[in-house]
Nanobody, 127 residues
Framework: QVQLVESGGDLVQPGGSLRLSCAASGINFELYSIGWFRQAPGKEREGVACISSSDGSTYYIDAVQGRFTISRDNAKKMVYLQMYSLKPEDTAVYYC????????????????????WGQGTQVTVSS
């Protein structure tokens, strides 16, 4: 049974930092590209960052470029999203997802390419 389990979401003040984790099980993890997505209240889910299975290349949307860092540890079957300088507009439920096809930057915008999804973790940025 495939599972992706996110953790690390919390309430944080503007300007603060958080690290989200995504633990995978039941898949050949190193063969999957991983994406982080988020969905704010009343908005569509959007891609935030993704990391390639082939060479670990990383891709970000403009809104988080320079503030967020995605990384992976294949030995531990973990993916992380380090978030700095958080803003109220970063408030959302954050999801990780795994895609067998390594479409690199295209995976930021092709949610239907993902084979497995986690249940999400809430990030709230507020004073």
């Amino acid at each position: 049974q495939v599972q992706l389990v996110e953790s690390g979401g919390d309430l944080v003040q503007p300007g603060g930092s958080l690290r989200l984790s995504c633990a995978a099980s039941g898949i050949n993890f190193e063969l999957y590209s991983i994406g982080w997505f988020r969905q704010a209240p009343g908005k569509e889910r959007e891609g935030v960052a993704c990391i390639s299975s082939s060479d670990g290349s990383t891709y970000y949307i403009d809104a988080v470029q320079g503030r967020f860092t995605i990384s992976r540890d294949n030995a531990k079957k973990m993916v992380y999203l380090q978030m700095y300088s958080l803003k109220p507009e970063d408030t959302a439920v954050y999801y990780c997802a795994a895609a067998r096809r390594d479409l690199r930057v295209l995976l930021l915008h092709r949610q239907n390419e993902y084979n497995f999804w986690g249940q999400g973790t809430q990030v709230t940025v507020s004073s």
